[in-house]
């Protein structure tokens, strides 16, 4: 019996996606969890696995195309199987299931024609249509075969000088083809991931209240540390790396800084997973290392440089990107002194690292030359008071300015 394949809710909340290539062509057979296509979301491009073996009859959108959850995007079967009826069925205005649901759905034949007067529309377009208190028959639909999609009810809400804020953040559009130029300027389009970033950015400015605490490490011990690490260990170990593993002990002197903040209650983690931030040939990504306190330094290494490949060949999953309460962002490289970067939510906190350069220092009474970094800490006062940020940065700088804490 033929299946339909349906966008699968690939990142908790997520809407849509775009489906940016197929892995398996048309009639041709695949095993139980082989790659069928590639789904770009927010920051990855994430594989849709098959949960049982079949043949691809047929794909029902193109590469390149925005697709919602639940939506269906190829039909599955028998090599050989009649189509017709599945197909027939999708021109009377098949629904997509709720988001969750599997992503393999069994289709009948139709009995007969769908009743007269029936208004297909997507379940996500019938929840902001009853939010905002318009009926289904108001509306136009201008999707596949009349559907109404999420965009004619958010022209709909605008007709009626209804208010929007119960419509989603919309995902940021398919970068449009063509720029447009003159003699003083060129426009270049915006990568989806670009104008992703932009808008979860923006929206964390505007939902978070950040507030920044500001400390100064000096490390010249822990470089010292670096070099003796480096002589023997089987990955080359970075400072952003050691940066990491100071994260964790400070979080371990200081648990209560490990959470986030939800609607309904305080998340405190009882493991430290830490985002870094990556500036791949893709745009910027921050996927999560799990649970650094029980890593060495050199798998922190191999993860964090793991990480970079994937993103800069598009293969982060993303589960990759998901979770942690604190991520670290280093423009250190670059000779940036400082800098305040904006939380990635729903995290709490970002620590933006500088270059360690040397600087004049009162040590024991005496004037001397010492490396000093410049650490600044974006917090998410909703989660984190002042004097909490404050002892975690104590214990961050510690743990620096004694590196043997991150090996013990």
């Known amino acids: 019996m033929a299946t339909l394949l349906r966008v699968p809710e690939v990142a908790t909340g997520s809407t849509e996606a775009v489906l940016t290539e197929w892995l398996v062509p048309e009639n041709v057979a695949f095993e139980a969890g082989a790659a069928i296509a590639v789904l770009e979301t927010d920051k990855a491009a994430v594989e849709v696995e098959a949960e049982t073996g079949a043949v691809v009859l047929r794909h029902l959108v193109d ?52 009743a007269p007067g029936r208004i297909f ?132 002197a200081v648990p209560d800084a490990n959470v986030i903040w939800t609607d309904d209650a305080m998340r405190r983690y009882h493991t430290v997973d830490v985002g870094v931030a990556i500036a791949s040939v893709r745009g910027l990504v921050t996927p999560v290392l799990r649970n650094v306190s029980g890593m060495s330094l050199s798998a922190i290494s191999a993860q964090v440089k793991a990480f970079a490949r994937q993103a800069d060949e598009g293969r982060l999953m993303q589960r990759d990107l998901e979770g942690g309460t604190i991520a670290v962002s280093n423009l250190g490289m670059y000779g940036v002194d400082e800098f305040a970067a904006i939380i990635n939510p729903p995290q709490s906190a970002i620590l933006a690292v ?55």
Request: proline share 8%; charged share 20%.
């Open 63 to 114: 590469g390149g195309s925005a697709v919602e959850v639940g939506a269906p995007i190829a039909v599955l079967g028998a090599a050989g199987e009649d189509v017709s009826s599945v197909l027939a069925e999708l021109g009377n205005g098949v629904t997509a299931p709720e988001p969750g649901g599997s992503a393999v759905e069994p289709v009948a034949a139709p009995a007969g024609a769908a």
């Open 121 to 252: 529309a997507s379940p996500l377009a019938r929840k902001l249509l009853k939010e905002a208190g318009i009926p289904l028959d108001a509306v136009a639909g201008t999707g596949p075969n009349g559907r109404i999609v999420r965009r004619d009810v958010e022209a709909a809400i605008v007709r009626a000088g209804k208010p929007t804020t119960t419509i989603p953040e919309p995902v940021a559009p398919a970068p449009k083809l063509v720029a447009a130029n003159s003699d003083a300027f060129e426009e270049i389009p915006h990568s989806r991931v670009r104008a992703i970033v932009a808008s979860r950015l923006t929206a964390s400015k505007q939902t978070i209240p950040h507030f920044y605490v500001r400390r100064t490490a000096r490390i010249d011990e822990l470089l010292a540390l670096r070099k003796q690490l480096n002589a023997v260990a089987p990955e080359k170990i970075s400072v952003n790396d050691l940066i990491i593993r100071a994260v964790a002990v400070a979080h371990g």
């Open 354 to 408: 500088g270059a360690g350069k040397p600087a004049p220092t009162v040590v024991d009474g005496e004037l001397t030359v010492t490396t000093q970094l410049t650490l600044v800490l974006s917090v998410d006062h909703r989660a984190i008071d002042g004097s909490l940020a404050a002892q975690w940065m104590a214990a961050l700088v510690t743990a620096l300015e004694e590196p043997l804490r991150l090996v013990a």
